[in-house]
């Protein structure tokens, strides 16, 4: 059985440290903190809550693979052994963060799918150990050297020059806006109201210049901030088909590799901004039962982070089979969908306008607009919102500016139901909405018997898919 990497005291540390900042911060820069003794029973707390359990939980872990079953033992207090064959082991994650990357050091992450949480995590191993140990769970006995010369060409690559037109048709002005007003309320509060009381004093002109200015300067650090992230959360993304699914690897400073297991895959979904639609191009993500990864949203991976309309059909091709997006006869809801989504906008806007004038005596002036504005967003949800049905595949659509579509294999449906509101049923409508192990999809308003069809024809193709475990 072997150790974990001795820099596993220090990781264990930050953590700590990182899980105590907030009350340390309270204590330190509150009343409390002036005081030396307070101070130094602070540190002295700190100390002995992050350093003691990091050293002994570090003796305490020991792993190694003993027959054909991993085993890892861990606990200082309560000692914990488990086993987990190997042939269970679906995939086997090596993640780096930057501060990983940059001391040759690695997590490793060991997933069987038996829940939706890692089954092992070994934190933190030498980059050398934890592709080794990767390799001799996915691998068997085989070096790296020929895993790697039999590993499958990428079926898709972002480059560089895709993650930064996937940054700059999204924009994160408002994340900044959000930073700004936290830094305000805990540090630069009293500047603010310096720079407030100054922009006050200063001729009309000059404040219609200066703010014009800054709000040039905050959408373009958004633009710059969205392309530095796509750059760094996707730098390198590849796609590869092997036997256990589909493998996906990127990042720069924190470098992930994981394994979709194509089984395991309940839809996929295809997202179209209105950036993205405009200059040709959409997002790709799986959803998976459970996650792969706990760095990764749940049940929720990229398969694309941005992928041209003419590449859609081929990589959604490795998770659904022969299939493509653009090849079915949609159907349309009923227009009956308009009058939903009007009403409800009309009610929403008319509070919010009636409210707005007892302070803003004008507010009313834009009532009509936003009605008109309002009838114009309904008729084009009711256009875009569409369905089709095939022997293999359910796909749903729906969005105002921007498209979703999601296509879900027939053998991954578990449960089709239908639903109406009181409105709805007034007017002979119900909702459908079908549920995977990893995700819901709902078709608004539709006839009501058309529902009921739908439903019984769904359940049925989707025994058939299972039993022929497509």
Not at 54 to 68: M, Q, S, W
Not at 419 to 434: N, P
Request: charged fraction near 20%; glycine fraction near 6%.
């Amino acid at each position: 059985m072997r150790r974990l990497h001795p820099a596993t005291i220090f990781f264990r540390v930050l953590d700590a440290l990182r899980a105590m900042l907030l009350p340390l911060i309270f204590v330190m820069f509150g009343r409390a903190g002036r005081d030396d003794a307070v101070q130094e029973l602070v540190f002295g707390a700190i100390a002995v809550l992050s350093v003691v359990p990091a050293i002994f939980n570090y003796l305490a872990t020991r792993f190694g693979i003993e027959g054909n079953s991993l085993h890892v033992k861990s606990g200082w207090i309560w000692r914990q052994k488990r086993a987990i064959p190997i042939e269970r082991i679906q995939n086997v994650v090596v993640r780096r963060s930057f501060l990983e990357s940059t001391f040759g050091l690695a997590t490793l992450v060991v997933e069987t799918g038996s829940s939706s949480e890692a089954e092992v995590k070994l934190s933190v191993l030498s980059l050398e150990d934890a592709e080794e140990l990767r390799h001799r769970l996915l691998h068997g006995h085989a070096s790296t050297q020929e895993v790697q010369q039999q590993a499958p060409p990428a079926l898709y690559h972002a480059s560089n020059t895709d993650l930064i037109v996937a940054g700059a048709l999204q924009n994160r002005a408002l994340f900044i806006i959000g930073s700004v007003i936290g830094l305000n309320e805990f540090i630069i509060r009293d500047y603010a109201e310096q720079a407030i009381s100054w922009f006050d004093r200063v001729p009309e002109p000059v404040r219609i210049g200066f703010g014009s200015i800054a709000i040039l300067a905050l959408f373009t650090l958004g633009w710059i901030l969205s392309i530095l992230i796509s750059a760094a959360q996707f730098y390198n993304f590849r796609v590869r088909r092997t036997e256990k699914g589909i493998q996906v690897t990127h990042g720069l400073f924190t470098q992930l590799e994981f394994l979709m297991p194509v089984k395991r895959i309940q839809a996929i979904e295809l997202s179209l901004p209105a950036l993205f639609r405009l200059f040709g191009f959409g997002v790709l993500r799986a959803r998976l039962m459970g996650s792969i990864t706990e760095k990764v949203p749940t049940g929720n991976l990229p398969l694309a982070p941005i992928v041209r309309m003419n590449q859609v059909d081929r990589l959604s091709s490795l998770a659904l089979g022969s299939f493509s997006f653009f090849n079915f006869e949609y159907l349309p809801v009923s227009r009956l969908h308009i009058r939903r989504r009007f009403l409800r906008s009309l009610i929403f806007w008319t509070v919010v306008v009636a409210v707005s004038s007892i302070k803003w005596k004008f507010a009313g002036l834009a009532w009509p607009v936003l009605m008109i504005l309002a009838l114009l967003l309904a008729n084009l949800r009711w256009r875009k919102t569409r369905y089709a049905v095939t022997d293999q595949h359910f796909v749903g659509c729906h969005g105002a500016l921007g498209l979703m579509v999601a296509a879900v294999p027939l053998g991954a449906i578990q449960t089709v139901s239908t639903g109406s509101s009181w409105f709805q049923r007034r007017l002979g409508l119900a909702d459908l909405t079908l549920v995977t192990a990893a995700s819901s999809h709902s078709i608004p308003d539709l006839d009501h018997d058309t529902a009921l069809e739908l439903q019984d024809r769904l359940m049925a193709l989707s025994a058939v898919a299972e039993r022929r475990g497509v």
